[in-house]
């Protein structure tokens, strides 16, 4: 399975961003696709995630600004299934690097991590 993540970078304080990551090399339903991230000195947390039914959770630090989607939820074509993740209002706090992260629904379920994309959030 390969997960590859862009649309990390600079931005002011106020700014957008949006990340993607799109999934492939499994026959697997994807049950799950998250945005997890990870500041200097903190541990990795969860930010937002997105069943294949288009259920949406957020961590609460987020909510209202960032908005998680993604395309063909609940679609066998594996090789489409990308996740967004909208950022805006970003603020310094949300300076980190952020990770995609599937849950795929094989026996027993597997879940992978896609190389991180660093936001920073600066004037």
């Known amino acids: 399975v390969q997960l590859q993540a862009s649309g990390g970078g600079l931005v002011e304080p106020g700014g957008s961003l949006r990340l993607s990551c799109s999934a492939s090399?499994?026959?697997?339903?994807?049950?799950?696709m998250a945005w997890y991230r990870q500041a200097p000195g903190k541990q990795r947390e969860l930010v937002a995630g997105?069943?294949?039914?288009?259920?949406?959770?957020?961590?609460?630090?987020?909510k209202g600004r960032f908005t998680i989607s993604r395309n063909n939820p609940g679609s066998r074509d594996n090789a489409k299934n990308t996740v967004y993740l909208q950022m805006n209002s970003l603020k310094p706090e949300d300076t980190a690097v952020y990770y995609c992260?599937?849950?795929?629904?094989?026996?027993?379920?597997?879940?992978?991590w896609g190389q991180g994309t660093l936001v920073t959030v600066s004037s």
């Open positions: 992260n599937i849950l795929v629904a094989s026996l027993p379920s597997k879940t992978y």
């Open positions: 997105i069943t294949s039914g288009g259920n949406t959770e957020y961590t609460d630090s987020v």
């Open positions: 090399g499994t026959k697997f339903e994807i049950l799950v």
